[in-house]
């Protein structure tokens, strides 16, 4: 006999006959042995109809009493799914979050679990009931035991952490399409099913705006191992499932509160590749690595940052025995990509820099956490570190220093962000960092914490290589801010992006150029990156506010951005998926305003008239489209 935790989202119990349909399902499931958890959101649009109540009274509602409001949606369908099932003959019982002891912070509207009273629950299940629990919602640890609520894709949240608590054998998460896709199919109709992701693709691709799943609940199935399906309420197909890693030991109080960081990794066999004032037109991109993939050179790092006049900056890197090659390329390509552009600093040139090092940190603790890039950008400042690269995906923070910085640039963030030891060796201070990637999990003495080197899938895949790319997605809610002339020394990105984490801004792709001008006798480079539309004022009003005393130039918004990103953890070692996506995008005369990849994404930013053009030719580059088209159900 199995337990299972099932989530059923608004679409899944918007009706009474949909409620009954619901409880249908669970009876079938339950009258084959398995003990069963269901936790539901509102009916249909109810929290929508609730916010514009809120709305019409006050303009701007206190955060305490629009939980009080909202958590009421789930109460309803609770205790209908409870009554439907009891008419089918089923023992049910249904319980809000404060009832089923799901404890939070004291933070309204976007709380985080901190641990869930299992007890009360484990005596219903022994007694043969169904336990329908409301999600999105808790109660926080304080002594006024406030009503909370977890934020958007809280009832995933809910769902996942309540599986991981009652160590279920699996959780279903119920919803309006047949599983996970290849991207969105209300843009792209002919997307494919996927039988199978793992739960780094899935971050990234959650992250990119999937709605599919929230990360919260994707990075709670992953630091505990937990099987996860997503499947259609209206058929009976497999769905897709989420491979978690092999499960770990690790403590359930503070569930959602776990270390933002769970590796430090490093890699000194990099060398990089900088083409400075090359032409800001479609096809630069693609043909530079187009070339670089017919050598079948693997390229780590790709950078493209923010135009300034008529031309931008591209850099990359590669291993230090592919740098020749990949220099050579680069100065043969060089006079065709540049050919009837000028720039008053002077004609296109490639430069190389051979003594550099690579150093990362990442985890899936830092979705929804603004201050660890800063915190990482501030640990490097204080150790005398300055960056000369910054690239970023929504599981990892990557910056290229100075070769001869690697071992102090390491121990400050170890120490920092409590990592130690090595699943491939211990390093120690004053250890030398050895060519080559090393991966540094979390110390064995932190209790019940370590990170997983492998993956064990759920069930058999149907892909034994997966693709390169498993997924394209596309985000439409972001704005860009360029911060000109940033004086270029250690520190600088540490005090803007603290500024933003102050203000609780998340940010997203940061960029530093490649090219360095002299301002008033002193060497400057731009910094861009996105944020969400919502935060872009606020963050611009910040940084403007700081910029003329940090010595920084003008800010810069841009709010007419796309970001179109590939996902596959099949892409490392696999040359040429970057310059193909490039391909793509020139083929339709689309520009690529900046670039950034880690290991398993890389992502551009288009302008966004082009943003959905952009995702339709990519996800065809690819091969991603099926032979049916989806439909998404009402």
């Given at each position: 006999?199995?337990?299972?935790?099932?989530?059923?989202?608004?679409?899944?119990?918007?009706?009474?006959?949909?409620?009954?349909?619901?409880?249908?399902?669970?009876?079938?499931?339950?009258?084959?042995?398995?003990?069963?958890?269901?936790?539901?959101?509102?009916?249909?649009?109810?929290?929508?109809?609730?916010?514009?109540?809120?709305?019409?009274?006050?303009?701007?509602?206190?955060?305490?009493?629009?939980?009080?409001?909202?958590?009421?949606?789930?109460?309803?369908?609770?205790?209908?799914?409870?009554?439907?099932?009891?008419?089918?003959?089923?023992?049910?019982?249904?319980?809000?979050?404060?009832?089923?002891?799901?404890?939070?912070?004291?933070?309204?509207?976007?709380?985080?679990?901190?641990?869930?009273?299992?007890?009360?629950?484990?005596?219903?299940?022994?007694?043969?009931?169904?336990?329908?629990?409301?999600?999105?919602?808790?109660?926080?640890?304080?002594?006024?035991?406030?009503?909370?609520?977890?934020?958007?894709?809280?009832?995933?949240?809910?769902?996942?952490?309540?599986?991981?608590?009652?160590?279920?054998?699996?959780?279903?998460?119920?919803?309006?399409?047949?599983?996970?896709?290849?991207?969105?199919?209300?843009?792209?109709?002919?997307?494919?099913?996927?039988?199978?992701?793992?739960?780094?693709?899935?971050?990234?691709?959650?992250?990119?705006?999937?709605?599919?799943?929230?990360?919260?609940?994707?990075?709670?199935?992953?630091?505990?191992?937990?099987?996860?399906?997503?499947?259609?309420?209206?058929?009976?197909?497999?769905g897709t499932w989420v491979v978690s890693p092999i499960p770990q030991s690790?403590?359930?109080?503070?569930?959602?509160?776990?270390?933002?960081?769970?590796?430090?990794?490093?890699?000194?066999?990099?060398?990089?590749?900088?083409?400075?004032?090359?032409?800001?037109?479609?096809?630069?991109?693609?043909?530079?690595?187009?070339?670089?993939?017919?050598?079948?050179?693997?390229?780590?790092?790709?950078?493209?940052?923010?135009?300034?006049?008529?031309?931008?900056?591209?850099?990359?890197?590669?291993?230090?025995?592919?740098?020749?090659?990949?220099?050579?390329?680069?100065?043969?390509?060089?006079?065709?990509?540049?050919?009837?552009?000028?720039?008053?600093?002077?004609?296109?040139?490639?430069?190389?820099?051979?003594?550099?090092?690579?150093?990362?940190?990442?985890?899936?603790?830092?979705?929804?956490?603004?201050?660890?890039?800063?915190?990482?950008?501030?640990?490097?400042?204080?150790?005398?570190?300055?960056?000369?690269?910054?690239?970023?995906?929504?599981?990892?923070?990557?910056?290229?220093?100075?070769?001869?910085?690697?071992?102090?640039?390491?121990?400050?963030?170890?120490?920092?962000?409590?990592?130690?030891?090595?699943?491939?060796?211990?390093?120690?201070?004053?250890?030398?960092?050895?060519?080559?990637?090393?991966?540094?999990?979390?110390?064995?003495?932190?209790?019940?914490?370590?990170?997983?080197?492998?993956?064990?899938?759920?069930?058999?895949?149907?892909?034994?290589?997966?693709?390169?790319?498993?997924?394209?997605?596309?985000?439409?809610?972001?704005?860009?801010?360029?911060?000109?002339?940033?004086?270029?020394?250690?520190?600088?990105?540490?005090?803007l992006f603290q500024i933003l984490a102050r203000q609780n801004i998340s940010v997203d792709m940061i960029i530093q150029s490649q090219r360095c001008r002299?301002?008033?006798?002193?060497?400057?480079?731009?910094?861009?990156?996105?944020?969400?539309?919502?935060?872009?004022?606020?963050?611009?009003?910040?940084?403007?506010?700081?910029?003329?005393?940090?010595?920084?130039?003008?800010?810069?918004?841009?709010?007419?951005?796309?970001?179109?990103?590939?996902?596959?953890?099949?892409?490392?070692?696999?040359?040429?998926?970057?310059?193909?996506?490039?391909?793509?995008?020139?083929?339709?005369?689309?520009?690529?305003?900046?670039?950034?990849?880690?290991?398993?994404?890389?992502?551009?930013?288009?302008?966004?008239?082009?943003?959905?053009?952009?995702?339709?030719?990519?996800?065809?580059?690819?091969?991603?489209?099926?032979?049916?088209?989806?439909?998404?159900?009402?």
């Amino acid at each position: 006999m199995a337990l299972i935790v099932q989530k059923y989202g608004g679409t899944s119990v918007g009706s009474v006959e949909r409620i009954q349909a619901v409880a249908q399902r669970v009876v079938q499931i339950v009258n084959a042995g398995n003990s069963l958890v269901v936790v539901v959101s509102a009916m249909g649009k109810t929290t929508d109809g609730l916010v514009k109540l809120a709305n019409e009274i006050s303009p701007n509602p206190s955060r305490r009493e629009m939980d009080m409001l909202l958590s009421t949606g789930e109460q309803v369908s609770i205790a209908l799914l409870s009554m439907a099932l009891q008419a089918l003959g089923q023992p049910a019982i249904s319980l809000t979050g404060a009832q089923v002891g799901i404890v939070t912070e004291a933070e309204h509207t976007r709380a985080r679990i901190l641990q869930i009273k299992t007890e009360r629950i484990e005596r219903h299940l022994k007694e043969g009931k169904v336990v329908v629990v409301a999600g999105f919602q808790g109660i926080s640890d304080t002594n006024d035991l406030e009503i909370t609520t977890l934020g958007r894709g809280g009832s995933d949240t809910s769902a996942v952490a309540l599986a991981a608590a009652l160590q279920a054998n699996f959780c279903e998460i119920y919803t309006d399409v047949p599983g996970i896709l290849t991207t969105d199919p209300r843009l792209v109709p002919d997307a494919q099913l996927m039988a199978e992701i793992t739960c780094d693709e899935m971050l990234e691709l959650a992250s990119l705006g999937a709605k599919v799943l929230h990360p919260r609940a994707v990075e709670i199935a992953r630091n505990y191992g937990m099987p996860l399906v997503v499947r259609s309420s209206w058929t009976d197909e497999p769905g897709t499932w989420v491979v978690s890693p092999i499960p770990q030991s690790r403590s359930l109080e503070g569930l959602e509160l776990a270390r933002p960081v769970d590796g430090v990794e490093f890699d000194t066999d990099q060398a990089k590749v900088s083409l400075l004032r090359v032409p800001d037109r479609p096809g630069i991109a693609a043909r530079l690595f187009g070339e670089i993939a017919a050598q079948s050179l693997d390229v780590d790092l790709i950078i493209q940052s923010i135009h300034e006049s008529n031309t931008n900056d591209i850099a990359f890197t590669v291993t230090k025995n592919s740098l020749n090659q990949a220099e050579a390329v680069a100065t043969a390509i060089l006079p065709a990509l540049s050919r009837g552009v000028s720039h008053p600093d002077g004609d296109a040139e490639v430069m190389v820099e051979t003594r550099i090092a690579k150093v990362a940190i990442a985890g899936a603790g830092m979705i929804g956490r603004p201050g660890v890039a800063a915190q990482m950008f501030a640990t490097l400042a204080a150790a005398g570190v300055n960056i000369g690269m910054i690239s970023t995906s929504e599981v990892k923070v990557s910056c290229v220093i100075d070769e001869a910085d690697c071992d102090r640039a390491i121990a400050a963030l170890c120490q920092v962000f409590d990592v130690r030891e090595s699943s491939v060796g211990r390093w120690e201070p004053g250890t030398k960092a050895l060519a080559g990637q090393q991966e540094l999990a979390p110390k064995t003495s932190s209790p019940g914490v370590a990170r997983p080197t492998t993956l064990k899938p759920s069930v058999s895949s149907s892909h034994p290589v997966p693709p390169p790319v498993r997924g394209v997605a596309l985000d439409l809610n972001q704005a860009r801010l360029a911060i000109r002339h940033v004086p270029d020394r250690p520190g600088m990105a540490a005090e803007l992006f603290q500024i933003l984490a102050r203000q609780n801004i998340s940010v997203d792709m940061i960029i530093q150029s490649q090219r360095c001008r002299v301002v008033n006798g002193i060497t400057t480079r731009d910094i861009a990156f996105t944020v969400g539309q919502l935060d872009a004022d606020l963050a611009c009003a910040a940084l403007e506010n700081a910029a003329s005393a940090l010595g920084c130039g003008e800010i810069v918004v841009d709010r007419e951005i796309a970001k179109v990103s590939i996902v596959g953890a099949g892409m490392v070692n696999h040359p040429g998926i970057a310059a193909r996506m490039f391909d793509s995008l020139a083929r339709q005369q689309i520009n690529i305003q900046m670039i950034a990849t880690s290991e398993i994404k890389v992502s551009c930013v288009v302008a966004k008239a082009d943003g959905v053009a952009a995702l339709q030719v990519v996800h065809t580059a690819f091969g991603l489209s099926g032979g049916e088209t989806i439909q998404v159900s009402a």
